[in-house]
């Protein structure tokens, strides 16, 4: 049920909707990477479609796209308002506040067109060799670091989607999540998988601190922020490694 959940709040698939309280969205945490590694599957069914008639540059176009549409856009739309709101100024409660509100300022927008054209660019630059790599772990490692910031991290909000993770969340669910993403690492990229995901948990703690000290704790903005510097940040190993090969 929790993997169920999960697909129904990180994706736009069309699934019959169900009732959904604080427990039942908490319940799916645990399951963020495998959801992950659907996303990834998706994105990897549209690169094999594309791969012998298109070439390469339109064809990351298209998968970002995909991956746009795939999730609905909702970690761009953390991490829209998570920049507005960090490049705000001023207090701790300003920067919530710009974060709280539902328009898109300069400097979000600015960070959306550089993040697609990070993924645009990166999805490019990746050999054929470690492409389907890269977008199976992606978007798995990087809601594994999301996990760790909601279990690990107090949030921040007194109401809030996210407050129901906050106030069911066990260590536990850390430890599945952790087991699922290890696994889908090691089964796509061996021992760079491993390396990669240690690579990228002491990216992602970096960013959690910074938010840590800037708001004291996380939003949901927050966790789609970092989600989104997540993929980036993978996709960016794995062009070094095809710049490499």
């Known amino acids: 049920m929790g993997f169920y959940i999960a697909l129904l709040f990180l994706t736009r698939i069309p699934l019959p909707q169900v009732m959904l309280d604080e427990k039942k969205i908490a319940s799916a945490v645990p399951f963020f ?3 992950g590694s659907t996303i990834g599957g998706i994105l990897s069914f549209i690169y094999f479609l594309g791969e012998n008639i298109l070439p390469l540059q339109v064809l990351s176009v298209i998968i970002t796209a995909s991956w746009v ?9 953390g991490f829209a308002d998570t920049v507005d709101g960090l490049f705000c100024g001023g207090s701790r409660d300003k920067k919530l506040s710009v974060m709280k509100d539902s328009r898109i300022g300069a400097y979000g927008t600015m960070g959306v067109v550089l993040l697609l054209l990070f993924k645009v660019s990166l999805l490019s630059a990746l050999s054929k060799r470690f492409m389907i ?7 798995t490692l990087s809601r594994w670091i ?6 690990g991290f107090p949030y921040v ?3 809030g989607l996210g407050k129901a993770f ?7 669910h850390f430890v599945f999540s952790s087991v699922c993403a290890a696994s889908v690492a090691i089964m796509f990229a061996k021992y760079q998988g491993i390396v990669i995901s240690f690579l990228l948990f002491g990216a992602g703690w970096v960013f ?3 938010i ?13 922020a970092l989600n989104e510097l997540c993929e980036v940040i993978v996709l960016l190993f794995f062009a070094i490694l095809s710049n490499e090969g």
């Open 208 to 210: 959690i601190k910074y």
């Open 69 to 77: 549409m795939v999730t609905g856009g909702m970690h761009i739309d």
């Open 33 to 35: 990477p495998l959801v």
């Open 166 to 172: 906050s106030m069911y969340k066990s260590p536990w």
């Open 133 to 139: 790599n890269a977008l199976i772990l992606a978007p």
């Open 146 to 151: 999301m996990t760790y910031a909601i279990i």
């Open 157 to 159: 909000r007194e109401s």
């Open 212 to 224: 840590m000290d800037q708001l004291g704790g996380h939003t949901g903005d927050t966790y789609g």
